[in-house]
């Protein structure tokens, strides 16, 4: 068996559930979307998946995304991946070379490889996003936990069909959500444009037609 990232189908199922909700209401800011827990195998390759959702194309010299680790709760989040037009890599003595970023930003994928995982690497990987016209950063978070050695095989068929078919019913389900949110923010955007011209130009008007009683 490869060594790979296990995603428990629960977790899966939930975090599919928890897209949909926070898709539902209007909101502001971008949808970014990453697994609560990832599992992987001391000494092996792990990808930490990070996507998001906009309405707008990724401009590259616009478009800003920090990765920054978190050894437990009440510390200080260190950065080690950074986009400020290219992909930066800070290289902390804690992963030295081992971060590699295998994303897309222009297919809203900023997901990275950590290589020869190592027991120390546990703790919370955060994913800032920040893709402007809009306005609000973009969060997601993901906690690590490195296993010593493979968990337990099980018949996991019936869970694959379940988790496929749900996974398939809330792709088009997000997807629609976001074509309706997108169709409505820049419908608001426009309207905003419009009040605002409206209003310059009565104000010209005003300046610009004196009164006709003055001779």
Not at 65 to 86: D, V
Not at 166 to 172: I, M, Q, S
């Amino acid at each position: 068996m490869s060594p790979e990232a296990w995603l428990p189908q629960p977790t899966l199922f939930l975090t599919g559930l928890t897209l949909l909700l926070s898709l539902a209401p209007p909101r502001l800011g971008m949808e970014v979307m990453a697994p609560a827990t990832i599992n992987a195998l001391n000494g092996s390759s792990v990808k930490l998946s990070c996507t998001f959702n906009s309405c707008y194309k990724v401009e590259n010299k616009q478009f800003s995304l920090n990765w920054t680790y978190q050894e437990c709760s009440n510390c200080s989040e260190e950065l080690f991946l950074q986009f400020r037009t290219k992909i930066m890599n800070k290289q902390l003595d804690r992963f030295g070379n081992r971060v590699e970023f295998t994303g897309n930003p222009a297919k809203y994928d900023v997901s990275f490889t950590l290589k020869n995982v190592q027991l120390e690497d546990e703790g919370t990987y955060n994913c800032y996003v920040l893709n402007p016209p809009d306005r609000h950063r973009g969060h997601g978070k993901i906690s690590l936990k490195v296993l010593t050695k493979e968990p337990p095989k099980h018949d996991s068929t019936v869970a694959v069909i379940v988790g496929a078919s749900v996974g398939g019913f809330l792709a088009v389900v997000i997807l629609v959500l976001m074509v309706v949110k997108c169709v409505r923010r820049k419908k608001q955007q426009r309207l905003n444009t419009d009040d605002q011209k409206t209003e310059e130009e009565g104000k010209t008007d005003g300046e610009g037609n004196p009164d006709e009683g003055t001779k």
